[in-house]
Nanobody
Framework: QVQLVESGGGLVQAGGSLRLSCATS????????MGWFRQAPGKEREFVAAVRRSAGNTYYADSVKGRFTISRDNAQNTVYLQMNSLKPDDTAVYYC??????????????????WGQGTQVTVSS
């Protein structure tokens, strides 16, 4: 089993920045692919960003490219999401996700085995 705990959410004004963290514990070797998803009220959970440990490649949703940066510290078993130039549309609960495979669809909810409880991000206009 892998446990994921998100932190760093909060309230920020439009144009501001936040950095989310996702600390992993347990079978951390099962976290080859790490991702961030978000879910706004009344909407489906959607892909935000992902990173694979095997190659270090990063992937982003079009809506956050150029504003968000995903990174991971394998020594600390932590993945980060740096969010800059935040917009009210970024308001959502942000979830960290992990999967042991480097081959599953990282853009899809079904591509992840483990999920955190989420952290709220609210961007005021």
């Amino acid at each position: 089993q892998v446990q994921l705990v998100e932190s760093g959410g909060g309230l920020v004004q439009a144009g501001g920045s936040l950095r989310l963290s996702c600390a992993t514990s347990g079978r951390t070797f099962s976290t080859n692919t790490m991702g961030w998803f978000r879910q706004a009220p009344g909407k489906e959970r959607e892909f935000v960003a992902a990173v694979r440990r095997s190659a270090g490649n990063t992937y982003y949703a079009d809506s956050v490219k150029g504003r968000f940066t995903i990174s991971r510290d394998n020594a600390q078993n932590t993945v980060y999401l740096q969010m800059n130039s935040l917009k009210p549309d970024d308001t959502a609960v942000y979830y960290c996700a992990a999967d042991p495979s480097p081959y599953r669809d990282l853009y899809s909810l079904g591509g992840y085995t483990y999920w955190g409880q989420g952290t709220q991000v609210t961007v005021s206009s």
